[in-house]
């Protein structure tokens, strides 16, 4: 039985490398952790992986701050000292892998350098590359792009654009897109250009 629990560990951890952003990483790796391997005998373990998840959410979804980051740090430090297991001494390591890089502070600023955290990002159509084509909005199940298919000999219609309330931001569009005229863009840039 230990023999499986360990082994899950090492899956774990490589479906987790399998996501670009370090936060996604580490966010991924708790999540699995507590729902599997994690025996509970230790409450540095137990109580630091659930406060863990909390901030990892918190900074994955732009509602981070300087502090969370800093109660990762001490959480994982105090898990590798006091954790009974190597389970538990191996998610404290592979949280604070990533958490002396600037990804974290760049995330509770706003942005996420791998453009993976969704509430960071949002889809946009550049209207010098869309040539109306009208594949991705045939591509988007969830109706978050308008405009009107170009029909042949006509002009004066406008490039299509996306909706972000109705974005779910699952990528179809940017798959189907000839043009590439489809791009991710941090939400907060977005903002000060606006400004």
Known sequence: ?????????EDIKKEAELKKCPVNKALYYVEEFLAGPMCGKCFPCEMGVYETRIRL??????????????????????????SRCKRGKDTAGFILEWLG??????????RCPD?????????RVLPDKCVMCGLCQDACKYNAIMGEKKKKYRSGYLPFEIRQKRCVK???CVKVCPTNAI????????ETVGV
């Open 101 to 110: 890089t600037d990804v974290y502070k760049e995330h509770i600023e706003g």
């Open 183 to 190: 791009e991710i863009v941090d939400v907060k840039a977005k």
């Open 115 to 123: 453009k993976e955290c969704l509430a960071l990002i949002e889809y």
């Open 57 to 82: 959410k918190n900074i994955r979804e732009g509602k981070g701050s300087e502090k969370d980051i800093k109660a990762i740090a001490r959480i994982a430090v105090d898990m590798i000292e006091s």
């Open 170 to 172: 699952c990528g179809e």
């Open 1 to 9: 039985m230990a023999e499986q629990k360990e082994k899950k560990v």
